[in-house]
């Protein structure tokens, strides 16, 4: 049998040369005459580790990293193949404390398993949530999704079980499963390591939503900016339709369920359920008014259930270990866990899956470490390009969609972006206006027009600032707009910019109107 | 797929009709088959639009507004090379801002332009899904992050040769 080495095939440890160390460790085998199997595993989520190679011993898997290319040498010559020592050694990586510490549930595979194997997905226990849903009754399957409280993690929060039982309950020729996967929020990637990682999952988790609401078609709709997860995915649903995973008798039930992937084409607003079923339909990605629900009009006017990639992966290990189980997890009425994301300015970048009710200050100081330039955390927006800024003051926040809401924030997709104090804050406002602009599909006048007259209403404030004027007036004006577009907006792109805007406004005045005093020191000593 | 290295080469007839045909059955054929054509050509011609509509049965203002709406679907040749730097939150906060001037230095095209000889198209991209990487930038397909200065000149010289 040859020797097992994973060196990650995730996105985030090839942009640091994760392909370059496979070839190199290839040959080096080779050379030594060797036989060795490298798995592209996914990305266990510590990427401030990555890349991070792993052998297979009789003690478990051995880790390493961050490994660059150069360094192959050196560790091969120190004993790679049997899990020798190095200075990069961490041992085996579920004891690493950023590991430990964490629930997995939804990435309890992510990083472990082969994500191009689907044997390798059946050995680890794939399969067994929708062995399990196919033995209950499509009632019951959607009742055990209610009991467990998921709540739809692409943002705003709505259960999952009281989406699914509509679209259930909705009489139709056809019906459709759709999984959003335009993750565009910057700060956000656990649906990219989710799908290059451990695709199967989400398979499952799509087989199962369809077989529970009567849907015998789904589509998978992924961004185009992720290459490599539109091929994990494209080569899942081929390996799954291989085992009767998919197709017309599915795991020998009699039910019938396929799927297909479909790539976006650079669109931020197809985020947006309504713009995504659009652009599904081979149309402009344009927001559609609300009624009729997508659960009851969807895609080509049929009942569709629409749901995040997370939301859909989390929903195997809920019929495999019961509802209950996931339940008890979290804080209020968040129930389960959440992969949080932490990006940005951060030492410990990387994806940390925890139960709801962890605070915001242990997440990025504790598990983040802070800061990766050293300097103070300044700010961090939470829940991507739409999120408020949270000040260091507010991060006894609990992270639960109530808690932030209290606080005029929200935790969207679970994104966290530092900022050290170098930051500039009315920049930071100017960019989520400007983003808007860019990316609104133009079809309601709050948003298209709003967020272009906000552009220039900052870039007056900054004018201002820069000649020492107060800016009071200017300052009154954006909070107006802010009002107009969040109350008057047609979806979240137009309705959730003034988060980001007036939590910046509100927490750091002082980056605002210079009339009473200077720029802090942080950004004095950035300029 | 975004960036898939492509030619960019004129129109051709036959090949067109071709990806039309591999798609004109499926639902919603429209940015599959835009995509192809992406692949295919490097851009999409004013001229494909009239068989496209045809095919679709659509009209050829639809199909000119779903070109038109994404920012995936170019209109007129890229550079050789085309260069995108993430210019969203996370990789502003670790420092990608700077960045953006010293890409427009070395490659000598300013921001969301291509170079006069047709060698590198610059522009920004909201998002590669690289944010615990930041800052990070995709060029020709391949994506590369951590960059500091001194990495983005060495991506750069190689694949602006």
Known sequence: ?527 | MLDRPARSTPFDETQLARIIADHGSREGALLPILHDAMAEFGWIDDAMVPPIAEALNLSRAEVHGVLTFYHDFRRAPAGRTVVKLCAAEACQAAGGRSLVGRAEERLGTPMGTTDGEGAVTLEPVYCLGLCSMAPAAMVDGRIHGRLTPERLDAVLSEAVR
Not at chain 1, 223 to 238: I, K, L, Q, T, W
Request: hydrophobic share 40%; with cysteine; proline share 5%.
């Open chain 1, 1 to 527: 049998m040859s020797l097992r080495i994973f060196v990650p095939g995730d996105a985030a440890a090839v942009s640091v040369g994760a392909d370059e160390i496979a070839d190199r460790l290839a040959a080096s085998a080779r050379e030594r005459g060797l036989s060795v199997e490298i798995v592209r595993n996914g990305s266990r989520g510590a990427h401030f580790l990555e890349p991070l190679l792993e052998v297979e011993t009789s003690k478990g898997r051995i880790g390493y990293g961050p490994v660059a290319p150069r360094d192959v040498d050196g560790l091969v010559e120190a004993g790679f193949f049997e899990g020798g020592d190095h200075a990069l050694r961490i041992g085996r990586p579920e004891e690493h404390p950023f590991l430990k510490n964490q629930t997995r549930s939804t990435f309890a595979f992510c990083g472990v398993v082969d994500p191009r194997s689907e044997s390798d997905y059946a050995a680890h226990g794939g399969w067994l949530g929708l062995k399990a849903a196919l033995a209950q009754s499509q009632e019951d399957r959607v009742k055990t999704v209610s009991a467990s409280g998921l709540r739809g993690r692409g943002g705003a929060g709505f259960p999952t079980g009281i989406k699914w039982d509509t679209v259930r309950r909705a009489e139709a020729d056809r019906k459709y499963i759709v999984c959003n996967a335009d993750e565009g929020d910057s700060g956000t990637f656990a649906d990219r390591m989710l799908m290059e990682g451990d695709p199967f999952r989400l398979v499952e988790g799509m087989a199962i939503a369809g077989i529970s609401v009567g849907a015998t078609f789904g589509y998978v709709y992924i961004r185009s900016e992720y290459p490599h997860a539109v091929a994990a995915m494209e080569r899942a649903v081929e390996g799954a339709r291989l085992a009767g995973w998919l197709g017309t008798d599915i795991g020998g039930s009699g039910l019938a369920f396929d799927m297909e992937v479909r790539v976006g084409a650079g669109a931020y607003v197809c985020g947006e359920e309504t713009s995504l079923l659009n652009s599904l339909e081979g149309k402009r990605g344009i927001v559609r008014a609300k009624p009729p629900l997508p659960a009851i009009h969807g895609l080509f006017g049929r009942p569709t259930a629409v749901n995040n990639v997370l939301s859909l992966a989390a929903v195997p290990a809920i019929f495999s270990e019961g509802p209950e189980a996931y339940e008890r997890l979290g804080l209020g009425r968040s129930r389960g866990t959440m992969p949080v994301q932490l990006a940005g300015n951060v030492r410990f970048g990387g994806l940390y899956e925890v139960p709801f009710g962890i605070t915001l200050g242990e997440l990025v100081n504790e598990i983040g470490g802070g800061t990766a330039s050293g300097r103070p955390v300044r700010a961090v927006q939470v829940g991507g390009p739409l999120g408020a800024y949270f000040p260091p003051h507010l991060f006894d926040t609990p992270f639960d969609y109530e808690e932030f809401t209290k606080r005029d924030g929200l935790i969207g997709h679970g994104g966290i972006t530092v900022f050290d104090d170098t930051v500039d804050m009315a920049h930071m406002a100017r960019f989520a206006m400007e983003f808007c602009s860019v990316e609104s599909c133009g079809k309601c006048t709050p948003c298209r027009i709003g967020a272009v007259r906000g552009v220039e209403t900052v870039d007056r404030i900054l004018a201002a600032r820069e000649e020492g004027r107060a800016a009071k007036a200017e300052l009154t004006l954006l909070a107006d707009l802010c009002d107009t577009m969040k109350f008057g907006s047609l979806c979240a792109l137009g309705g959730f910019t003034p988060y980001p805007v007036m939590s910046a406004m509100t927490h750091f005045p002082e980056d605002f109107d210079l009339s009473a005093g200077r720029l802090p020191a942080g950004l004095q000593a950035a300029e």
